[in-house]
């Protein structure tokens, strides 16, 4: 394994009724709350309420921070700055899922930074001197693992990028995961949320080194367990067991363990990032429709890996088979388990539908450093031709 230096500072509290039970010892340092949440599911399903009625009950004065898009911008992230500013918000409490973590730990950096935010912290990898507002987080939707890194994913739309950096300062404090919060979660946000999960995994495992080590084994036993309980969740939405397993996996996909010592092949999630920037798609469901392709294109430059992947995560005989033959069962299987779930094939279901603008987007593609190879535009621009 390569060397590596390992930090995550959040605190989990994890299973039913967490919240009614720590919440309120979790912001008592704390006298005005920022309240964050997306476009109002939370009121709908009872969360919301729940949880005013805790901070009301601790006499916490509160101020609201609401409708976070899906792909959070960088407008919204001032926004969200500047209420922290008006009305000394001294920590941010997210309610939700990826998209509303990322805005806070985005607003917590943006609230305390003097200098421009996007140019210093997104545009590059800045270093962060001062203390960021203290985030905290009620998990609703899993499968971003947010909650548990610094990163928050944002996009500049007048620059057309979508990126973001992970930030050990900008960790949230706390995490609060109740998976029964994610049974109203529409079946269509669920299963992309469980596939963007298996996606950060793929893109770590999938990278250099490529010998036996730790990182791999681990996320070959989260994969599989993102896709076996996926399919009990598809089964019975209101399976706990399912539904806790598919929330933690999440987190462990993304707290920083399964990359310990891998270079991280970053290269999907890279175009998804532009498609989205480009055509503001859901990011889960992007992914299924790249992954395969990329995969295909890159089989023969980790062809033993693509092979042990087929063996080890999907469980494909090897007994007669070349390693060629077995990498490309494996990505047959992952394409068929897209399918299965009910996740888009194709650009078009995205909502794509202009063929030039792909060539503009392929452009505006970055190199992932710890990809097998490295895609050339022109490569890139094949793989949007051929998801379309």
Same mark, same amino acid.
């Given at each position: 394994m390569n060397n590596f230096i390992y930090e995550n500072s959040t605190k989990v509290y994890f299973g039913r009724g967490c919240v009614k039970e720590f919440l309120i010892s979790l912001v008592k340092d704390y006298d005005t709350i920022l309240?964050?949440?997306?476009?109002?599911?939370?009121?709908?399903?009872?969360?919301?309420?729940?949880?005013?009625?805790?901070?009301?009950?601790?006499?916490?004065?509160? &101020?609201?921070? %609401?409708?976070?898009?899906?792909?959070? #911008? =960088?407008?919204?992230?001032?926004? $969200?700055?500047?209420?922290?500013? /008006?009305?000394?918000?001294?920590?941010?409490?997210?309610?939700?899922?990826?998209?509303?973590?990322?805005?806070?730990?985005?607003?917590?950096?943006?609230?305390?930074?003097?200098?421009?935010?996007?140019?210093?912290?997104?545009?590059?990898?800045?270093?962060?001197?001062?203390?960021?507002?203290?985030?905290?987080?009620?998990?609703?939707?899993?499968?971003?693992?947010?909650?548990?890194?610094?990163?928050?994913?944002?996009?500049?739309?007048?620059?057309?990028?979508?990126?973001?950096?992970?930030?050990?300062?900008?960790?949230?404090?706390?995490?609060?995961?109740?998976?029964?919060?994610?049974?109203?979660?529409?079946?269509?946000?669920?299963?992309?949320? &469980?596939?963007? %999960?298996?996606?950060?995994?793929?893109? #770590? =495992?999938?990278?250099?080194?490529? $010998?036996?080590?730790?990182?791999? /084994?681990?996320?070959?036993?989260?994969?599989?367990?993102?896709?076996?309980?996926?399919?009990?969740?598809?089964?019975?939405?209101?399976?706990?067991?399912?539904?806790?397993?598919?929330?933690?996996?999440?987190?462990?996909?993304?707290?920083?363990?399964?990359?310990?010592?891998?270079?991280?092949?970053f290269a999907c999630h890279l175009m998804e990032h532009q498609l989205s920037a480009y055509t503001d798609c859901n990011h889960g469901q992007g992914m299924a429709v790249l992954h395969p392709v990329y995969y295909r294109h890159i089989c023969k430059d980790g062809e033993e890996k693509f092979a042990r992947f087929a063996r080890n995560v999907w469980e494909i005989p090897g007994k007669g088979k070349t390693d060629r033959a077995l990498a490309e069962a494996g990505i047959e299987a992952l394409a068929q388990f897209i399918r299965e779930a009910g996740l888009p094939t194709k650009l078009r279901e995205l909502g794509v539908a202009d063929k030039k603008q792909l060539k503009e987007i392929a452009d505006s593609c970055h190199y992932s450093p710890g990809a097998y190879r490295r895609l050339e535009t022109r490569e890139i621009r094949e793989i949007f031709m051929e998801c379309f």
């Open positions: 309240l964050a949440y997306g476009m109002g599911s939370v009121k709908k399903n009872g969360i919301y309420d729940e949880i005013l009625g805790i901070l009301r009950k601790a006499g916490k004065n509160v &101020a609201e921070f %609401s409708q976070i898009m899906p792909n959070p #911008t =960088y407008e919204k992230v001032l926004e $969200g700055a500047q209420l922290v500013k /008006e009305s000394g918000a001294q920590m941010i409490l997210g309610i939700g899922g990826g998209s509303v973590m990322d805005c806070c730990k985005a607003v917590s950096l943006a609230a305390r930074c003097e200098a421009a935010p996007w140019e210093n912290f997104w545009e590059r990898k800045g270093i962060i001197t001062f203390e960021p507002v203290p985030v905290g987080v009620v998990v609703t939707t899993s499968g971003t693992g947010s909650e548990c890194n610094g990163a928050a994913v944002i996009t500049n739309e007048e620059k057309k990028v979508k990126t973001g950096y992970d930030y050990p300062a900008c960790n949230p404090v706390f995490a609060l995961m109740d998976p029964e919060y994610t049974f109203t979660v529409p079946k269509v946000q669920m299963v992309s949320g &469980a596939f963007d %999960s298996l996606s950060h995994l793929m893109e #770590t =495992y999938f990278s250099r080194p490529d $010998g036996q080590n730790v990182s791999d /084994e681990i996320a070959e036993a989260l994969m599989r367990s993102i896709i076996r309980n996926l399919g009990l969740a598809l089964e019975n939405p209101g399976d706990y067991t399912a539904r806790s397993n598919l929330m933690w996996a999440a987190s462990l996909s993304e707290n920083r363990l399964v990359k310990l010592g891998k270079q991280c092949d």
